[in-house]
């Protein structure tokens, strides 16, 4: 994107939106929240029960669809999010504020729900505690991109496989073990190549343990139960691990 068109989308999210609104923070929750109902609502009307590792991987998955379409926008907006990065770092400097809950609450309007541009500051704001993602030679902006492209499909397979076992619990396996596998050794060499880089000495313990640790700390286990989950149903050959008889 040239210097312009940087300047023109600055400008066009920055003024006061028109027509009806919804701010980030409430568009994540629906969409994660519809996710998950839709999964748990998939698998209660196939077999009319719920399972707690069922609900815990449906979530997990949930929140997946919605970063992969975050690590899309960071493919598409990659010159957008530099320029954007020097705006959040100004304002926070300015105000005093966490960019990370200021861009929790701005108003999307909703003709604007899929703007790649919006969500693009979702890692603008993030640069504030690693920049790397203004860096796109950098291993954590390559790595999101792969996953934003490459997991949605047998996200989905799996979505679908364990709510309504549609899929030989060997083939689901497989596939599992193979996604959830990759979550566990990406995040991890991320966790290597952040401190490796010397990230953490720009920001604070607060920000490491809240930005850094606990949100990747979420993919790892979540990764690591999945892998869990996976292994069962190869070695099972049937999906009693999820509570299908």
Request: charged share 15%; with cysteine.
């Amino acid at each position: 994107m040239s210097e312009h068109h940087a300047d023109q989308a600055l400008s066009e999210q920055e003024a006061r939106p028109h027509g009806p609104t919804l701010s980030v923070g409430l568009i994540v929750t629906l969409t994660v929240s519809t996710l998950t109902l839709a999964g748990l609502g998939m698998r209660n009307y196939a077999h009319g029960d719920f399972n707690t590792l069922h609900a815990i991987l449906i979530l997990f998955f949930s929140v997946n669809f919605l970063v992969c379409y975050w690590e899309a926008c960071l493919f598409w907006r990659r010159d957008y999010i530099e320029t954007r990065t020097e705006y959040w770092r100004e304002r926070r400097r300015v105000t005093g504020r966490a960019p990370a809950l200021e861009f929790f609450i701005i108003q999307v309007p909703l003709k604007q729900l899929l703007s790649p541009t919006i969500w693009a500051d979702a890692w603008a704001t993030y640069c504030q505690y690693d920049d790397s993602y203004a860096d796109r030679r950098t291993f954590g902006y390559n790595a999101d991109i792969a996953n934003g492209f490459v997991t949605p499909v047998p996200t989905l397979i799996l979505y679908v496989a364990y709510s309504i076992d549609f899929l030989p619990a060997l083939i689901a396996g497989i596939i599992g073990v193979a996604l959830f596998w990759q979550w566990t050794y990406v995040t991890s060499v991320y966790w290597v190549s952040f401190f490796v880089s010397d990230r953490q000495s720009k920001i604070s313990r607060r920000e490491i343990y809240t930005y850094i640790v606990a949100i990747n700390s979420y993919w790892v286990l979540c990764a690591l139960l999945g892998l869990y989950v996976s292994i069962c149903l190869i070695l099972d050959g049937d999906y009693s691990i999820l509570g299908y008889l």
